[in-house]
């Protein structure tokens, strides 16, 4: 079995694609609000909110458990509503070499939007204590479905 991998899911939003992007982009300090029963909390850990490089530190809880876990801004691409971070901290870097996540947001013809999530990831051994790639994209599709909801409300 590979130590390498990837996993990607797309989800329709209801909600304006820009307005969905700007929460990734402008502000990730409402997700722990937002999606209060998974993310329980986040502050800056080194420079801002929004900007590349950018250091996040995040408690949530993902297969029942509550962890913690660092984010950096790699990649930010307006243009494309696209975003890159990569993920560490004790947990995940103690059984990943790389574990990257990708939120793509696109305009749906019809109104709404289509959000694409990607994570790569490189494991150090096979047998890992981290929640598992799979896990981590689940979590950001109950996520996406918690802020499309936030935004649509009247």
């Known amino acids: 079995m590979s130590l390498s991998g990837k996993v990607e899911s797309e989800i329709e939003i209801e909600a304006n694609a820009s307005e969905f992007y700007k929460v990734f982009r402008k502000q990730l300090y409402d997700i722990p609000k937002i999606s209060s029963d998974k993310v329980h909390g986040a502050q800056v850990h080194q420079g ?72 790569e990831y490189e494991k150090h051994k096979e047998n890992i204590t981290a929640a598992s790639p799979q896990s981590y994209l689940d979590f950001a599709i109950k996520v996406t479905q918690d802020i499309d909801a936030h935004l649509i409300k009247p």
């Open 48 to 119: 801002d909110w929004e900007n590349l490089g950018s250091v996040k530190h995040w408690d949530y809880t993902i297969e029942g458990k509550k962890t913690s876990a660092k984010e950096k801004i790699e990649a930010i691409d307006d243009e494309n509503k696209t975003i890159t971070y990569s993920l560490f901290g004790e947990k995940i870097s103690n059984d990943y070499k790389t574990f990257k996540g990708t939120i793509k947001v696109s305009d749906k013809g019809s109104g709404g939007g289509i959000v694409k999530w990607i994570f």
